[in-house]
């Protein structure tokens, strides 16, 4: 009991695949209890089952859609009442839409504001408490997409600017608390992501090498522990990054449009 008291206790949204999944792997490996998240709870719990045997650390599986209204409120009064003292938090969860602003469904993306943008602000909110009392960390995923406006995918894109720039923010007021925040600005990685967009039409995927989740999470986790305020794992994307500064914002727009445009026939 007393052991398991003294080992950090972090949280890991979206843990039940992807890069949260590797994200939670990497905190097991290195000695952290863990609360994992997500809506797929047998998928959740047979890694929580996998990772406590392999590490010999406590794993807790709390089945919770994030994108639901008040669900991360009732998450917050769950680990409340089961005594969970939280050292670091890991904003993972998020997923992407592809298509014409025009046309695509209001539902689904308000799903996705509430999913990417509010759940890991209130979680944060309600965490940093112990997280400053722990010294612990925030890393929160945002996305290359976060460094410019993206036509086909304007919503998710601009909701992950609103990740990166929030997160740098955080990290500038807690600085000399001791607490380290961490946006991970993944390019194109290979996991559920691209179907769950509905990517298929996208011609973006036929420019953009993708990345491991595993390769992802481990860039991220190494940069969270060294209290790196952003990380862009691999060089191609850090150049793509960088190169958009300089550029007038209309000519970025119109190449990320001409990038990301639906291939001929693949209809949308
Ligand atoms: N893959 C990429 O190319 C890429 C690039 C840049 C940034 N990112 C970001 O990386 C993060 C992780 O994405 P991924 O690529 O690992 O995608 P993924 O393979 O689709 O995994 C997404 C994870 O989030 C969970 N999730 C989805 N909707 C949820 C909801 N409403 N409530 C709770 N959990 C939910 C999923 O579990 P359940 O289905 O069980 O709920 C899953 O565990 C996202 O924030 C994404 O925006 C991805």
Known sequence: MNAIATRP?????????????????????????????????????????????LHGVAVH?????????????ALCARLATDGR?????????????????????????????RLNMEAP????????????????????????????PGPYMA??????????????????????????????????TRTGFQDRAAMHASGLLRWVPGTSSAEVARAGWDGARRGRRVVIPGLFNRVMAQSV??????MVTTIVRAMSAPRAGAGL
């Open 9 to 53: 206790l972090t949280l890991v949204t979206g843990a039940s695949g992807g890069i949260g999944a590797d994200l939670a792997e990497l905190a097991a490996r290195d000695g952290h209890d863990l609360i994992v998240v997500a809506r797929r709870f047998e998928a959740l719990e047979a890694r929580a089952r996998a990772l406590a045997a």
């Open 121 to 148: 602000v209130i979680l944060a909110k309600r965490l940093l408490p112990g997280i400053i009392a722990g010294r612990g960390c925030v890393l929160n995923v945002a996305s290359t997409a976060g460094f410019q």
């Open 85 to 113: 003292r939280i050292t670091n938090l890991v904003n993972n969860a998020g997923y992407g839409l592809f298509g014409e602003f025009a046309v695509s469904d209001l539902a689904d993306e308000q799903r996705m504001m």
């Open 61 to 73: 599986a709390y089945a919770c859609d994030l994108s639901d209204p008040g669900a991360v409120d």
């Open 245 to 250: 500064r300089g550029m007038p914002r209309r």
């Open 155 to 188: 919503v998710y894109y601009a909701s992950k600017a609103f990740v990166l720039n929030w997160s740098d923010a955080l990290a500038e007021e807690l600085r000399n608390t001791g607490v380290r925040v961490t946006a991970l600005c993944p390019g194109p």
